[in-house]
């Protein structure tokens, strides 16, 4: 199927990307400005669409994210440390944030003739994110096959929905991605801060699927620290 994936240039989309260029047709990437603080993943993302020689659309929506607020990603408010699934991390929602890109890769998978869009929402995704649960995607799906009915069938994929950000990375070094070229961090700096839910998610990833983390960190360790005490309190 030709498939045009949504990519923000973090592990996961990236993954993907490699992933459906490796089994479908991958046709290109669509990443969103949305005034994110991390703005600079973007920079990740059209390198791998240069890497996997397919055409890359920034499609800018600032004018809707700054509307957005009460999210640690868009406005004046710090982004939290510690492990990704604590409550504190639902400062990092940003509300309808996948309804809306999706809504817009649709129409241009549409208008481009694609088959399919993919999507990396997983299941380490579900506890914060509403639009990340696989009941959202089966309902937008519904939605889409009667927006676009009479004009155009577009599937969506999301095959990572019900695994893990371990098994993310194992999926990604079984078909080569370059995790050296991703980012993930929240806060945007000039290296992974290491400290922040999803530099604890990322290092922690890397540390189960049993796989080599190319990524720097200011903070190597604090992973180690920021899971113990989350599984301590989960108890």
């Known amino acids: 199927m030709k498939t045009l994936v949504v990519c923000s240039g973090g592990l996961n989309s990236v993954s993907l990307a490699y992933k459906i260029a490796a089994e479908a047709d991958l046709v290109g990437l669509i990443s969103f400005d949305y005034g994110q603080r991390h703005k600079k993943e973007l920079q990740f993302a059209a390198l791998a669409a240069a890497r996997l020689s397919v055409p890359h659309h920034v499609i800018d929506i600032t004018t809707i994210g700054k509307h957005l607020t009460g999210s640690a990603l868009t406005d004046d408010v710090a982004v939290p440390d510690g ?8 400062i990092t929602v940003v509300p309808n944030r996948n309804a809306i890109m ?3 890769a649709f129409g241009l998978a549409a208008a481009q003739g694609a088959d399919a ?3 990396a929402v997983h299941g380490g995704d579900h506890f914060i ?7 959202f995607i089966d309902s937008f799906q519904v939605m889409q096959n009667h927006a676009l009915e009479g004009y155009a069938s577009v599937q969506l994929l999301s095959p990572f ?8 990375v194992t999926e990604g070094a079984r078909h080569a991605t370059p995790f050296a070229e991703t980012w993930s961090c ?3 700096g000039e290296r ?7 530099c604890v998610e990322r290092r922690e990833a890397f540390h189960l699927a049993g796989v080599a983390d190319p990524t720097e960190y200011e903070d190597a360790d604090f992973w180690k620290t920021a899971t113990a005490t989350f599984k301590a309190e989960a108890v």
């Open 192 to 198: 992974h801060c290491g400290r922040c839910g999803t």
């Open 129 to 135: 994110y509403p639009d990340c649960r696989p009941g």
């Open 83 to 90: 492990h990704y699934a604590e409550e504190t991390m639902k």
């Open 117 to 119: 869009v993919a999507i």
């Open 161 to 168: 929905v019900t695994i893990s950000k371990a098994d993310i």
């Open 102 to 104: 999706l809504t817009i």
């Open 186 to 188: 929240y806060k945007g």
